[in-house]
């Protein structure tokens, strides 16, 4: 891992590495931000391993302006307000995902919606404008520890984990964006951040703040919005039943697909939404059978995400 101060060179070698599916950590006006190609599934998948979680928490997406929201989501009038008055700034808007969006599926964590935002630091703004991708970026700390300001804490607690670190200096605001649901008829804040409800709702008129902790990850009966295929699943098979799809990780003869032929749980957890969702065809199989995912690094969060969609509904 290497700190770098900022430069146009520096810049370009850090837009070559996340075109290349590689992470690096940059500053944003709010907290460091631990970057990957939001397009690339592999590239999101190492981010959740850094990262540590033991869940799909979902991604935040940053751009370089709302003409970027275009290929991502399905924006409403709201949009148009909000991010005329505080883009690029501190806030986070959560829209209904765009069915063809160019973005990971991975990124939303199960959910059918798509968190962007438009960082204001001109290091953050550059390396969006170099790298010509959205980027995947939650705040570069580890899972339950504070949110990095410096270089130096991202160094101290991920640097093994980033192939490089951008250095700008420590953060202008320091605290988390404030995320803002508009999806529904009523705006919800999901986060408060550095952006007020007064602020919000001077431009939109009311908006409703939610009681539940978007770090905590709800029960499996409460994630109603959490994407679930319609056909039940079945979790540690090795072999299918009759109408099963088995869905194989490693060796596993008889899979119809495989979340990683080779066993590689990053490559595993790219490819796990895509293929649930592919494999969710009612015309074609009476269920999915997945074969045993070891529960070590990612794997955890896999398996989570596998109990969910396997948890009996209502
Ligand atoms: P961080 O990137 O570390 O600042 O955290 C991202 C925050 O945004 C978390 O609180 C997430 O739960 C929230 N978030 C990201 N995407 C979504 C989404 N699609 N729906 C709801 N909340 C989201
Ligand atoms: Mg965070």
Same mark, same amino acid.
């Given at each position: 891992m290497t700190v770098r101060a900022a430069s146009p060179d520096v810049i370009a070698d850090a837009a070559a590495l996340l075109r290349a599916g590689k992470l690096v950590a940059f500053p944003t006006e709010t907290v460091y931000g631990l970057g990957g190609d939001a397009t690339n599934a592999q590239a999101v998948a190492h981010i959740y391993a850094a990262k540590g979680r033991p869940s799909f928490n979902p991604l935040i997406v940053h751009v370089a302006g709302p003409e970027w929201v275009a290929g991502l989501a399905l924006p409403d009038g709201r949009f148009d307000k909000l991010t005329r008055k505080f883009w690029p700034g501190p806030l986070t808007l959560v829209m209904k995902r765009r069915p063809d969006t160019t973005a990971a599926e991975l990124l939303s964590g199960g959910l059918d919606t798509i968190a962007v935002r438009a960082p204001d630091h001109p290091l953050a703004r550059d390396l969006l404008l170099a790298v010509k991708r959205p980027l995947a970026a939650p705040s570069a700390n580890p899972s339950g520890r504070l949110s990095p300001t410096t270089a130096a804490h991202v160094q101290e607690s991920l640097g093994n984990k980033v192939d490089l670190i951008l250095d700008g200096g420590a953060c202008r605001i320091g605290l988390e964006s404030t995320v803002l649901d508009i999806t529904g008829?009523? %705006?919800?804040?999901?986060?408060?951040?550095?952006?007020?409800? %007064?602020?919000?709702? @001077?431009?939109?008129?009311?908006? @409703?703040?939610?009681?539940?902790?978007?770090? $905590?990850? %709800?029960?499996?009966?409460?994630?109603?919005?959490?994407?679930?295929?319609? =056909?039940?699943?079945?979790?540690?098979?090795?072999?299918?039943?009759?109408?099963?799809?088995? =869905?194989?990780?490693?060796?596993?003869?008889?899979?119809?697909?495989?979340?990683?032929?080779?066993?590689?749980?990053?490559? @595993?957890?790219?490819?796990?939404? %895509?293929?649930?969702?592919?494999?969710?065809?009612? $015309?074609?199989?009476?269920?999915?059978?997945?074969?045993?995912?070891?529960?070590?690094?990612?794997?955890?969060?896999?398996?989570? $995400?596998? $109990?969910r969609a396997a948890a009996p509904r209502y």
């Open positions: 008829d009523v %705006a919800t804040i999901l986060r408060p951040g550095s952006l007020t409800a %007064a602020e919000i709702s @001077a431009v939109i008129g009311p908006v @409703a703040v939610s009681t539940h902790d978007p770090e $905590r990850p %709800a029960a499996p009966g409460q994630m109603a919005s959490h994407y679930a295929p319609g =056909l039940p699943v079945r979790l540690g098979a090795t072999t299918a039943h009759t109408g099963e799809a088995l =869905l194989g990780f490693g060796d596993t003869p008889g899979a119809v697909m495989n979340l990683s032929a080779a066993g590689d749980p990053v490559e @595993a957890a790219a490819n796990l939404f %895509a293929m649930l969702r592919a494999l969710d065809d009612p $015309r074609r199989f009476e269920a999915i059978a997945v074969a045993p995912i070891p529960d070590a690094g990612i794997g955890a969060a896999i398996n989570d $995400r596998l $109990r």
